[in-house]
């Protein structure tokens, strides 16, 4: 598995931006990206995902580092309702371990 | 267009008894995933399906816990003489197998809720 390394927690105000990073040092050449994230009292829910280049989807934006040993997932524009635990997983083999996440508090 | 779907939702039994939960995974998902999660605390796998292929059981704490899944279709989830440890969220995941599995997302139901008393 490719260790993932994320901080605890992270605080934000509403309508700014955030940048929730994750490290993950021992990635493979195959290994994608996940990141996901849990609302309170919810199963986590898928966020993005990406190999090598930068992808943006409607919910957020991933950076991915040109050595792969770090990303960066982005909300342009928080929101209440993005208040939750961002999990991201490098995943080159089946079991999709996950790691602590980091939980998100957005502040009005 | 329904998702993955657990049940009961909610669980309470008593120690010592054995407790099934089940998981209904979107038609065509390939992957199946269970994992534990304890009160504020992350996700744990305990055992993953693919397909045909034997499941991997390396996450299961326990020879108390075991799964089942019947080819790409329902598993169960059994915890044999529950103790309260097992409290928990247990949640289920699926994903379709592409030509490259691992861009495949999970999707995740929404877990049941286990109290042993």
């Known amino acids: 598995d490719a260790k993932t390394t994320q901080p605890n927690s992270m605080e934000s105000n509403e309508e700014e931006p955030v940048h929730l990073p994750c490290n993950h040092s021992?990635?493979?050449?195959?290994?994608?990206i996940h990141w996901y994230r849990q609302l309170p009292s919810q199963g986590p829910e898928y966020v993005i995902h990406?190999?090598?280049s930068n992808v943006n989807n409607r919910m957020a934006s991933l950076a991915i580092a040109e050595d792969r040993k770090s990303s960066t997932l982005i909300l342009h524009r928080a929101t209440l309702r993005d208040a939750a635990v961002y999990y991201c997983?490098?995943?080159?083999?089946?079991?999709?371990?996950f790691g602590a996440g980091t939980r998100l508090t957005v502040k009005p | 267009g329904a998702g993955v779907s657990q049940s009961p939702s909610n669980k309470v039994t008593e120690k010592g008894k054995d407790v099934e939960l089940r998981c209904d995974p979107i038609?065509?998902?390939?992957?199946l995933y269970w994992y534990r999660q304890r009160l504020g605390q992350g996700l744990e796998f305990l055992i993953y399906?693919?397909?045909?292929?034997?499941?991997?059981k390396s996450g299961l704490p326990s020879d108390r816990f075991s799964a089942e899944r019947t080819g790409e279709s329902v598993s169960t989830l059994t915890i044999q003489r529950t103790q309260q440890e097992d409290s928990a969220v247990y949640l289920c995941?699926?994903?379709?197998?592409?030509?490259?599995?691992?861009?495949?997302?999970?999707?995740f139901g929404n877990g049941t809720r286990l109290t042993v008393t």
């Open positions: 995941a699926s994903s379709p197998k592409t030509g490259s599995f691992y861009n495949s997302p999970l999707h």
């Open positions: 021992t990635i493979s050449g195959t290994d994608y």
């Open positions: 990406g190999l090598t």
């Open positions: 997983i490098g995943n080159n083999n089946n079991d999709m371990r």
């Open positions: 038609s065509g998902h390939t992957a």
């Open positions: 399906f693919q397909g045909n292929s034997a499941p991997d």
